[in-house]
């Protein structure tokens, strides 16, 4: 195993962990040898890479610029709408890292971070990197998160969550049960409609469609706030889809009238087959689609043992409260593009003063 060091570990090379790097950057840290950015996937664009084909950048999916791209001249703003949200991001991020000279290690998976004397040890599958801190900004597309519902295990066909999702084909001719009250969920919906024989809709709450056609997350302002609340308190966090609502853009509104865009109360129960309503009326189904969020995904973390007995971990104004060496960028309340972009210049600066004058590594990288 390959041994290195650098003052600043940041893992995940997302929105998030760009963002801190542009900053770092800025405050005179050198990409590559001051700082070093591990991410596991095969190629740029953070979790956009991963998602579905059929997935456009559009008012619903609103990505923010990264910092100090605008002025270059790139921007989503003129993106080609036309091709795959994960196409354009990927190649975005590509040309982001080129720019800025990012020097991303990929792919490069961190499996734990660890206590080293009064350093911090990141191990990945091939190399152990002493550091004074890290930043952890590696997401949530790794923890999807599926409720539990009695009968969920007998259930006999097809289940997907949002972060396995890959097409509408997969489910030709099937009787589909879409489950979430976000996005994601009516986007399958609609992809799945003419294609699936029959699909239903179950959400835990009525659906909150906002009369403005677009969402920006940061203006979601219950979304953030709950988010900034249990994430100040240590409490697991809830999954942003809950809190955001969903625009009534003109594609929506025609689905609502269609009657696709209906949702029905959770169901209480899964057969085999079957799906099972609270007034005990049961409907046949052959597919269940999981559009039901994620977590924080921050397993690699669990060696510092950061986590309250709430099942969260505090994370107050960037650091961990139990160990101010770890910084969280896109976490909770900074979980968007926006947000991302946002926390990326304040961590940046928390962890260049914390690290004083240990700003250079002992060797290079
Ligand atoms: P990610 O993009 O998830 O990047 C995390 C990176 O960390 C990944 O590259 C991953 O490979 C890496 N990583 C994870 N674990 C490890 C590990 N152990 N070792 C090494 N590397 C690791 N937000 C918006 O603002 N607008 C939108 O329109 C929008 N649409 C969305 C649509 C969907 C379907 C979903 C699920 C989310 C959407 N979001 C949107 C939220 C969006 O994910 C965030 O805004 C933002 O892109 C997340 O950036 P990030 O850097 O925090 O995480």
Do not use: C
């Amino acid at each position: 195993m390959r041994q290195d060091s650098a003052s600043v570990v940041i893992i995940g090379a997302g929105q998030a962990g760009l963002s801190v790097a542009y900053y770092l950057q800025r405050l005179g840290l050198r990409a590559g040898t001051d700082f070093a950015i591990l991410d596991r996937g095969p190629s740029t664009g953070g979790a956009w890479q991963s998602r579905w084909e059929s997935l456009r950048l559009g008012s619903a999916h609103r990505v923010h610029d990264l910092p100090g791209m605008k002025s270059v001249g790139i921007s989503f703003e003129t993106a080609d709408r036309s091709l795959p949200a994960r196409d354009v991001v990927r190649s975005y991020y590509e040309e982001y890292e080129e720019f800025y000279d990012l020097r991303v290690r990929r792919p490069e998976h961190v499996n734990a971070v660890f206590d080293r004397d009064s350093d911090l040890m990141v191990r990945t599958q091939s190399a152990e990197i002493a550091t004074h801190a890290v930043v952890n900004a590696t997401g949530t597309w790794g923890a999807p998160f599926v409720p539990y519902y009695p009968g969920v295990r007998e259930f006999s066909g097809l289940q997907v969550h949002t972060s396995t999702y890959r097409s509408a084909e997969d489910f030709r001719g099937k009787r589909v049960l879409v489950v979430g009250g976000g996005t994601s969920a009516i986007g399958f919906l609609l992809e799945l409609e003419g294609v699936a024989a029959h699909t239903v809709w179950a959400t835990r709450r009525p659906v909150d469609f906002l009369d403005h056609g677009s969402l920006d997350l940061e203006d979601a302002v219950n979304a953030v706030a709950q988010q900034d609340a249990a994430s100040r308190q240590g409490h697991a966090l809830p999954s942003i889809v809950s809190g955001t609502g969903v625009p009534l853009t003109r594609r929506v509104a025609s689905g609502v009238h269609r009657g696709v865009l209906v949702a029905r109360p959770m169901f209480s129960r899964l057969e085999p087959d079957a799906v099972v309503w609270p007034d005990g009326t049961s409907q046949p189904i052959d597919a269940i689609v999981w559009a039901t969020g994620f977590r924080p995904d921050i397993r690699h973390l669990s060696p510092l043992r950061l986590h309250e007995k709430e099942g969260g971990v505090i994370v107050s104004t960037g650091a961990a409260e139990r160990d101010p060496r770890i910084f969280f960028a896109g976490y909770g309340p900074t979980a968007s593009t926006i947000g991302a972009n946002r926390s990326g210049r304040i961590i940046a600066r928390q962890v260049f003063s914390t690290l004083g004058d240990r700003a250079a590594p002992t060797t290079q990288p």
